[in-house]
């Protein structure tokens, strides 16, 4: 008699079912890690704007958190580290299918259809459901609600649907969830977001035809907010399985503030950035009692995850007296900072199990052209992924033109950046009146002039303009890949590169303070000429 044990180690994806954008993401920081001297966080903030319906003021300002300024953390229209705070958002997280889920057979298997079943159940009750689900091959439905988290006009919180058919909220104020369920408000279907996204060819589109469309928030003092419509929500799929996977309504921005005398500020938003968030996560899974057989180990692209992503960008704020226009530009070669092997492959032609960096893993091909408008199907990869890279946009903002009554032109407000491989905020300025763009191209090998940026109009008052100027550490810079950078354990740069791995060793990096400190703020010059500098140090702790 033999006895034998084997550890099975293999590569799996992290079951996240959604993200948020990356400027989502950045806003996030601030809760997650909050900006106080205890977590080594400075409180970083440049004014931009304020504007005024009434008694209701509504400020925009630049925010830093260093706690952004990572390798795998792209940056929102900003740059590296610093947020747009204008407005507010409602996100969310995902627990299992998303609540609405909606089939277009009329089946819905998400939590909102079946949320009255947890009123009233036990814990036995509720075990005994679950196992029902749990083994059921077909009418499974969801019993676990989604977390929404919300941020606007410095309230915040985070609320859910409850077993009673009432929405509950969590915060230190007494805040109040609206929402209409009726078609078209609450609720929109794949028909009316398949009016922006394209959503030819998807496999999973009879099973999802039902998502949030719109919610409003009432606070304390009367003011209504209201969130989402379908050109002011955001989206994600995963990347690498979207032709079976679920569209997931990730965020949903303000879209209107109805003030307490009954004065209105809308916001337009821009929807034609695409992007995607990729990584490298290699995992390790030990399973016991297996039967001797061999099976192929699963090497380089299973340790692969990641989303694409449909961002929104703020494009006017409209008030009874004032208009704010925001212009953008898409950063240049924003696909090219993403290994071509990550983006798609084509085929299974001359496929070797052993070969850890052959990524020929997932079929269908041609469901990395989902959703990005171009029907390209079995091409050679180099024409694939150039195509994907074109589809790819980042938006970074240029100028925020301000105007009054009638259109009438009153200044505009200018940002300009370091533009090498991560851009970062250089300058905030200003200007009279609303000049017209300034592009810079650069000449395209296939015969054509490319938008590269914007630049700022000099300054042809003759006085002083407001500006405030940032200075960064430059003595080492991140790399191009936002895939497969090196990270300590808080995810800062230690200056290498994580390759793939048949088995990966999951050695702890330790930080490097050289490395950790490439490209983050160090000086804010101020319009009054004053300065603050920036010092920083690595992570300690100690074991008592």
Known sequence: MAIFSFNCLGQRQVPIK????????????????PVSLYTGVPDISVPIYELNAGGYSLSLFASYHLASVKPNSQSGCLGLGWNLIAGGYITRSVRGTYDEKCESNGYAPGYYAHASKLKNISNEQFEAETMHIQNAESNYYELTADEFSFNVSGYSGNFYYGGDGEWHVISDQDIRVEFNSTDGEGFVSLSEVGKRLDVRSWGASTRNNRFYNKFALITPDGCRYEFGGVNATEYSIPYYARYNSDLIATTWRLSKITTVDKRVIEFSYDTSAIMCDLRYVPQQKVVTNVPCSYNGIQRGR????????????????RTPN???EFNYYNEYGYGDNFVDGYLAWTDYANYDWQDIYNMNFEDPANQFTLFLGNQIDNTNHATLRQSIKSKLKHKILHCIYVKGKNSRALKTIYFDYVKNNRIKLALITERPGNPDLIPNYVWHPHGYHLLTWYNVPENLTGGRVPEYRFLYNSEKHMPNDYVRPEVDSWGYYTGGSVEFAAIPDFSHTDSNLQYTLA??????IYPTGGKSRFEYQLNNYSKW
Request: hydrophobic content about 40%; aromatic content about 8%.
């Open 322 to 324: 004032e208009i704010l």
């Open 519 to 524: 490209e983050v703020l160090t000086e804010i």
């Open 302 to 317: 299973s340790g692969m995850t990641g989303y694409l992503l449909f961002p929104v960008n703020l494009k006017t704020i």
């Open 18 to 33: 959604n993200v948020p954008s990356p400027e989502i993401a950045g806003l996030g920081e601030y809760g997650r890690v």
